[in-house]
């Protein structure tokens, strides 16, 4: 079946620190992958994603890579800000054209920025 | 545009006693998730609507959990008898059911506490 698998957290970096956060994915197919954040007291919101391998999502400062060699989509971010702190999943869809049949999620990685 | 909005946000009961969990999804969405999110763990799929068809419920324990989408629209996420092993936050998202971004949109959960 479907897994992804992310860092543990909690994470604690200083402000304008370099972030990478590990995720890697098992699945049949073809899968889309993502990044949800989920802020305090907030529901969960896309980050970004990719469809295919090679692909690059970015958003907010974020960016991860579509690895199919290597089954990953790290998540990365140059500088980090105290607003970044938050819970991030990683999480994958085999269904075609994405998240219409329902995501697999990681356990999440909770990421504290300290000023 | 409203998002997906469930309530309520927090309910506490005794264990056996029964809980209902309500979701009204972004207008226009065809597809509704109820997810199980446990303490440190990543959401888990329970069951997915596609207008009023339930199209995927093989992860809900149909011993005491019950859903239903009767109009294609709002949903009611049901337990009963609640146990101790089933406090958690409960979500629910939405989506279009072709949507080429492959987005789910999350409501900011149900967080059930049994004692």
């Known amino acids: 079946g479907n897994s992804v698998t992310q860092m543990e957290g909690p994470v604690t970096l200083s402000e304008e620190a370099f972030l990478t956060i590990n995720c890697t994915y098992t699945a049949t197919g073809y899968p889309s992958l993502f990044w949800y954040v989920q802020y305090p007291g907030e529901g969960l919101q896309l980050l970004l994603k990719?469809?295919?391998?090679?692909d690059k999502g970015s958003n907010k400062g974020f960016e991860a890579t579509y690895r199919k060699e290597t089954t990953s989509f790290h998540l990365e971010k140059g500088s980090v800000q105290v607003s970044d702190s938050a819970v991030y999943f990683c999480a994958l869809s085999d269904g075609a054209g994405g998240g219409a049949d329902g995501l697999t999620f990681g356990k999440g990685t909770h990421l504290i920025i300290q000023p | 545009e409203a998002g997906v909005v469930q309530s309520p946000r927090y309910k506490i009961i005794e264990k056996k006693q029964p809980v209902a969990f309500w979701c009204n999804p972004i207008s226009g969405h065809n597809t509704l998730y109820w997810y199980l999110q446990n303490l440190g763990q990543g959401p888990e799929l329970l069951i997915r609507y596609e207008n009023e068809e339930a199209v995927d419920d093989s992860q809900l324990p149909k011993d005491r959990f019950s859903a239903e989408r009767l109009k294609g629209v709002d949903s009611t996420l049901k337990i009963q008898p609640a146990e101790l092993g089933d406090s958690a936050v409960y979500l629910c998202?939405?989506?279009?059911?072709?949507?080429?971004?492959?987005?789910?949109?999350f409501g900011e959960g149900s967080r059930l506490t049994v004692l």
């Open positions: 998202a939405s989506s279009l059911t072709r949507s080429n971004t492959g987005e789910l949109f």
């Open positions: 990719a469809t295919k391998a090679d």
